[in-house]
């Protein structure tokens, strides 16, 4: 029988699964199923330890989040996804020390710019600078736009479940 240290009774379940309906023929193949029926006390003791792998509760979850709800460490994927987006950019250098990130891109349409991220606690800040001429009313638009996709895939690489902690 397997057993299992962290969740003993998901091993002992598997290993009455396996006894009974895991069985091949002397050339390899899987026969079907077994069916194996169980007395009314056999089949509660298998449902009470099913149900107590289920709702064991003694690890705490682990605080993977900040109250902000989002991480320091996904602001280079988030970059990356959003040049995947809406405005096509490739990330052709990129910096991340500390506090702070820089990521040179280049647009589909070959026009040149910058993302910096600044982290202040728990909060984290985006400043697009876009074209050659970072002034010009439709580099302003890009920039905005950029910025906008940036903090929505910062939303939502941020928005993972907790995971149980390890006894």
Request: glycine share 8%; net charge positive.
């Amino acid at each position: 029988m397997i057993i299992n240290r962290r969740f003993p009774a998901i091993g002992a379940c598997l290993g009455l699964w396996m006894a009974a309906g895991c069985q091949s023929t002397p050339q390899g193949k899987l026969s079907s199923p077994s069916v194996v029926s169980l007395s009314p006390d056999q089949a509660s003791a298998v449902q009470a330890t099913l149900r107590s792998a289920v709702t064991d509760t003694s690890a705490a979850p682990l605080q993977l989040l900040p109250a902000s709800g989002v991480r320091w460490s996904d602001v280079p994927r988030c970059v990356h996804w959003a040049g995947d987006q809406q405005i096509a950019f490739a990330v052709v250098d990129s910096t991340v020390s500390g506090d702070h990130a820089s990521f040179r891109i280049r647009t589909l349409e070959g026009w040149p710019g910058w993302i910096t991220a600044s982290r202040h606690g728990d909060l984290i800040s985006f400043d697009v600078t876009m074209g050659p001429y970072p002034q010009h009313a439709s580099a302003k638009k890009q920039a905005s736009k950029i910025r906008e996709l940036l903090l929505v895939a910062l939303r939502t690489w941020g928005a993972k479940p907790e995971l149980p902690a390890d006894p």
